[in-house]
């Protein structure tokens, strides 16, 4: 077992401080400086069926800030390669199905992108710059350093797209590229005018597969940061892209008292199948809460109450996403109070492992505590005992944590 001398634990999130754009490199430059061994991140790609490239990391100084620079050095010019083909390279290896999954959502999102630009399917578009070793390399090591970190919760901040244009294998295009520009829609951006392409496919790629949300740093308690390089210099400021790792806090702590919308929207030709998708997508754009109920609706046909608790800033973003993925015609929704505990994350460690435990806390003092669920069944699956025994372990443990501090 690895030995982890600096990184996150389970419980806590990574915030991309996209201040000077990002860029698959600058992703893999921070995580290295957060501490993820070069060792164990080559040791990874070389389970990949490419070869005839080098990883290369240096420390360099930009603008006054010191950042890890990371580079894939190739003897293979541009290649062509469909999505079928990167997929069969990535899934054709042993990595682990965690990384494999992330990294063809990432290129899967890269291909309907291009083939929404170009007017073609996922089936005919080939990319260029991103068929590259360079690029695999990018987006696989960066769910291998995802996963070395213990694949924790990501968010972003509103993303430095730069100004002008860029040249591309499609002749001169626009900043943000057309492909970036697809792979960002719902997503904030900005420009303080700094002259080139700031955001890459890649990175914008990665970002938008790997983060639930995009916008001002919430509540968080900083453990360490991490700085990736980019590869050019700007007069107005240090590029880099910053990543803050942490303990979130809640931002529905920040305020024992907070308004939401509640949205509700009632189905009765859909499948319940889908409802579970719906529920996904809902909280990776942000949603406090997702939840359906069965009733009875007119002319006794049996249908779904979905009901959906959103941050008010959230409300079109959610909206849109129910009007796109269910049968509903019309949504209705209303502001509403609501009070909640102080909550934070603390990792355990117990006999079988380290597992994120949410602790909700009235005026400082812990009221209750639960164990992550998707964890205990982790190691309850990975040691082969019942999923109680993991639990009550943890419980116990965090019990002999806070004693008698425990209300």
Known sequence: ???????????????????????????????????????HLAGELEKLN???????????????????KFDVETGEEHHHRHYSTIEKIIRGSTLDPWVQDNACRT?????????????????????????????????????????????????????NVGWGTVDC???????????????????????????????????????????????????????????????????????????LSGQPV?????????????????IDDMSPQIIGYVQGRLFEVGAHDVFACPVQMKKNRPGILLTVVLPLELLDG??????????TLGLRYHRCHRQVLDRTIEAVESPMGKVSVKVARLDGRIVSFSPEYEECKDLAQRH????????????QEFLKRHGTSLG
């Not at 077992?1 to 600058?26: A, I, K, N, P, W």
């Not at 490419?50 to 890890?68: E, Q, Y």
């Not at 999102?109 to 929404?116: F, G, I, P, S, Y």
Request: aromatic fraction near 6%; glycine fraction near 10%; charge should be negative.
């Open 318 to 327: 959610v909206c849109k996403v129910l009007f796109e993925e269910t049968t």
């Open 384 to 395: 082969r005992v019942p999923y109680k025994q993991v639990h009550r372990q943890v419980m």
């Open 1 to 39: 077992m690895e030995t982890r001398q600096v990184g996150t634990q389970r419980g806590q999130s990574l915030y991309f401080d996209c201040f000077s754009g990002v860029s698959g490199d600058m992703i893999l430059g921070a995580m290295l400086d957060l501490g993820l061994p070069m060792e």
């Open 250 to 266: 809640d931002s529905d702590a920040a305020s024992s008292d907070s308004e939401v919308w509640v949205l509700e929207a009632n």
């Open 107 to 159: 290129f899967l999102r890269l291909a309907e992108a291009e083939a929404k630009v170009h007017g073609t399917t996922v089936e005919k578009v080939h990319f260029h710059e991103v068929g590259a070793v360079d690029a695999i390399v990018d987006i696989v090591g960066a769910f291998v350093g995802l996963h070395w970190l213990d694949s924790p919760g990501c968010l972003a901040s509103a993303l």
């Open 169 to 243: 294998a499609h002749g001169t295009m626009p900043v943000p590229a057309p492909a970036t520009a697809e792979l960002l829609r719902g997503v904030p951006i900005y420009t303080n005018r700094i002259e080139g392409e700031l955001v890459t496919p890649t990175g914008a790629a990665i970002l938008t597969t790997i983060c639930r949300s995009f916008g001002e740093l919430p509540g968080y308690r900083v453990e360490s940061v991490g700085y990736g390089a980019g590869s050019r210099d700007h007069k107005d400021g240090a590029n880099v892209l910053r990543v």
């Open 50 to 68: 490419v070869r005839n490239f080098r990883l290369k990391s240096s420390r360099v100084d930009k603008s006054g800030v010191m950042a890890t």
